[in-house]
């Protein structure tokens, strides 16, 4: 089946430091969506990309898939605090599902 | 504008009763989904409806698992009887044409 998978796993950085992951697909898709999941609530969306090799940006996030629609980046620049939480990439199937990865556990030290 | 509304946020059951979750999606969204998420296995699509029909119920794990949508404005997820392995945290989302989903703060699910 359909396989989403995402890296790394969990990140530790220094607040400031710039923050880089990864999500790779078994199949190609049209649309990406990057999600933050903080504790005790529901993912929200944070960037939605529709088109490949297109940069998109939301304040301090920028976001890409690429050419291939296999692979697609977050990334966050100038970390703080508040980033902590847990980032999810997620493809649409264009039947009205999304398939997640496990997701990325990032940690930011002041 | 309000978002998904989820009641209750948290439930505690003994094995054996039924529970009801219930949501609100964003007024004018189309498509409304519910998930249920834990630690081993991630958020997982349990059932979704597209203009109240539900349109794909193969995430839903047993028949103990049901799930309505009598009007554009409300849904609710039944599980009856619960089980303790029924734990976790289930998430309704929204979505005006499936792909950008807006996710409720979940109900936490207890069953001891």
């Known amino acids: 089946g359909q396989q989403l998978n995402q890296s790394p796993q969990s990140m530790f950085i220094q607040e400031g430091e710039d923050v880089s992951m990864n999500c790779t697909s078994s199949?190609?898709?049209?649309?990406w969506l990057w999600y933050k999941q903080e504790p005790g609530e529901g993912p929200v969306l944070l960037i939605a990309?529709?088109?490949?090799?297109k940069l998109t940006s939301n304040g301090r996030l920028t976001a890409q898939f690429g050419i291939t629609r296999k692979d697609s980046f977050l990334n966050i620049s100038a970390s703080i605090p508040s980033d902590v939480g847990i980032y999810f990439c997620a493809e649409s199937s264009n039947t009205g599902k999304l398939i997640f990865g496990q997701g990325t556990t990032l940690q930011v030290k002041p | 504008d309000a978002g998904v509304i989820q009641s209750p946020r948290h439930e505690v059951t003994e094995m054996g009763q039924e529970v009801t979750l219930r949501c609100k999606p964003i007024?004018?969204?189309?498509?409304l989904f519910w998930y249920r998420q834990t630690m081993m296995r991630g958020l997982e699509l349990l059932i979704y409806f597209n203009n109240n029909v539900p349109i794909d119920d193969s995430g839903m794990p047993e028949d103990r698992f049901s799930a309505k949508m009598p009007n554009a404005s409300f849904s609710t997820l039944k599980i009856q009887p619960s089980e303790p392995r029924d734990s976790a945290v289930y998430f309704c989302a929204s979505s005006l044409a499936g792909d950008e989903q807006y996710f409720g703060p979940g109900t936490r699910l207890t069953v001891t």
């Open positions: 199949s190609i898709f049209n649309t």
């Open positions: 007024s004018g969204h189309d498509y």
């Open positions: 990309l529709y088109k490949a090799g």
